[in-house]
């Protein structure tokens, strides 16, 4: 048998090596230039920096796992999160109970009930129910009219944009158990993994060890089409060439299979292209200077174009950095947001007067170089009833299978489900797990 793999993020390489630990022969085919998809990086001052923020929780047990069989073990860490609120001109530390309880803008009772939602959801064990309802309607019934405005409702919209009051319950309360059980059980602050030096000799060491193990691994190969001929898919095209497969792994957007395979059932395509995905630009600053001792900061205002503020050099040392000071400025948007095509400096402009709105004493001459990265497919948006358009690793296709961040539910994409799923559509099509 031989399978070919499409794509080269976590869920890629963890499809190839799982196959490449069972002795199955399997080619990897990756459009870009590197493996490691959205997880991947770049270089700042000769160190590796993720291209879009990324950490792992304590339940990320399977990843950090990972990590451990590659060797690089001894260099992974687990940080104190130290997150905050921007509200009304003000950054309010979130990162504890404590905090919480401390948190000015709501009265003591409304704290209460939000210090609870940190508690409660993990004791919800059939999420089912939570499909009927938005996270708005949820939200609003448990923690009330005021938590929900001056938290929940920026954070819905930061992350969603015009879709924040259709997302289902599921999600938030998927996020609320995940950052929950990613606390320490005393203190109750959250603890955060990352790996000194980046992840990205992750991914470089991973490819060594599946290119060592025999995996065929095809950078800059994008592929055209997958061939679907009586019912089956039968190969690829890569560069015009007609590639000869017996099974194909399918692990990018489902929209992106859509256009793919034209040989799809109509109403499997259209089940696909039902399923929404945001898209990202972050700017990277390199500073002189840091804007704040928060690692990650929310931003509850409207009139700010960016969504979450993230300072990396607040989780790891500046000095991995050459003494830099490093900050994302993430903002979640739709493919035809005009942010989504700024380049680096016109999104520096865009961003600048409310960046100094929200550090009165800062100046672009903190800044000594700056980056925009963006990705169409990098966050599916969870509606009511998800679970009745989400794709089934196993196509209605034979010998095609499909396994990517809409895959992953009634959890949210990751990393560590990106490596979970990789593993569960191999074990799907070796019949080792029923398919479904
Ligand atoms: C802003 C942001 C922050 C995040 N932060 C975190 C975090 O803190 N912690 C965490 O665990 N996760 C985080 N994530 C999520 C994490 O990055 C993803 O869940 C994970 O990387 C998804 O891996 P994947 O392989 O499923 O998808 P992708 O990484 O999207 O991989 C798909 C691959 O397919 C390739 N491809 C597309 N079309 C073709 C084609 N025709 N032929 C060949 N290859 C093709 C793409 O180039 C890509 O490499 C974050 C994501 C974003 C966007």
Redesign the pocket.
Known sequence: MRVAV???????MSAAYELAKRGIPCTL????ETL????GSFKVNNTYLEK?????FTT?TAMVELIHELGLGDQFVWNDSNTGLYYVQRIYRLATPLDVLRFKPLSFPDRIRMGMLAIWPRFIRDWHKLEEITAREWLLRYAGPRVYQVVWEPLLRNKFGHYHDQVAAVWIWNKLVLRGGSRDVRSGAEKLGYQRGGFGPVFIAWEKRMREMGVEIRLN????HIRIENGRATGVVVAGQFEPFDQVIV???PA?LAE?APGLPEAYRHQLQQIIYLA?V?LVLKLKRSLSTTYWLNIADPTIPFVGLIEHTNMQRPDEYGGAHIAYL?RYLDADDPYYCMSAEELFEAYLPHIRKMFPEFDASWVEEKWAWR?R???PVILRHYSKVRPALKTPVDNLWLS??ASIYPQD??????LLYGRKVVRQMLGEEPAA
Not at 6 to 12: A, K, N, S
Not at 29 to 32: A, Q, S, V, Y
């Open positions: 499409v794509g080269g993020g976590i869920t890629g085919f990756e459009k870009d490691g998809g959205l997880a879009f923020y990324h950490h792992l990320d190969s994008p592929v055209e692990t990018t957007a992106i793919m990202n972050c993430s990705e497919w990098t966050q990517c961040m994409r990751g990393m560590n489900y990106a």
